[in-house]
């Protein structure tokens, strides 16, 4: 991996990343084997492919550019709970691999935090790279220095031993309920940029 510009700076036109301290240089923007590039979520990443890239992982509904900078607006806000990061293919300058850490704060462990990983996916036709096993080094990297005691995520059985060659490991069983009509982009987050 070869350090880059600040992260801020890899964000194109808009230069404003999802985390506000990336163009203080907190993060720099990494690149991967001279054709990537692991950053920060920019807010210009919806016209990158974004939505489509979130497709191939699960129902990503009608994310529209106004809901996405929405979200986008409310997770900046938010960017000590929430940091996104993006793997770009430099030459189409396509999103092809995203993955969230989520920062819990708890009362257990003397206060201590505890890290989720969301939403792990690498495009179709990048896989095999190693994008995912990279990724997944920035969110574990992430949590350590956002003082996380542990980190968890969920994941189908048939992606366990690929999680376990990165350094995690099986641990309980996740319950589920569904909401029923959960709200999609919601007023506070349609237009929150606004």
Do not use: W
């Not at 994310?63 to 900078?69: D, I, K």
């Not at 490991?169 to 959960?182: G, K, L, N, S, T």
């Amino acid at each position: 991996r070869v350090p880059r510009s600040p992260a801020g700076a890899a964000c194109g036109a808009t230069g404003e990343a999802s985390h506000p301290h990336a163009s203080m240089g907190e993060m720099t923007a990494v690149t991967i084997g001279g054709e990537y590039e692991l950053r920060y979520l920019c807010r210009d990443d919806h016209a990158k492919g974004y939505a489509a890239l979130l497709a191939q992982l699960t129902d990503v509904g009608d994310l529209t550019e106004a809901c996405f900078a929405g979200v986008f607006t409310l997770r900046q806000q938010q960017a000590d709970v929430y940091r996104t990061f993006v793997i770009e293919h430099l030459k189409s300058q396509r999103a092809v691999a995203t993955g969230t850490l989520l920062v819990e704060a708890k009362f257990v462990h003397g206060g201590s935090r505890v890290g989720h990983v969301e939403d792990v996916v690498v495009d179709n036709e990048h896989r095999k790279k190693g994008l995912a096993r990279e990724l997944l080094s920035a969110l574990s990297e992430e949590a350590r220095r956002m003082g996380c005691y542990k980190v968890i995520l969920d994941c189908n059985e048939s992606n366990t031993p690929f999680y376990e060659k990165c350094g995690y490991r099986a641990c309980e069983r996740q319950m589920r309920f569904d909401v029923p009509h959960a709200a999609a982009c919601s007023p506070k987050t349609e237009g929150a940029d606004g």
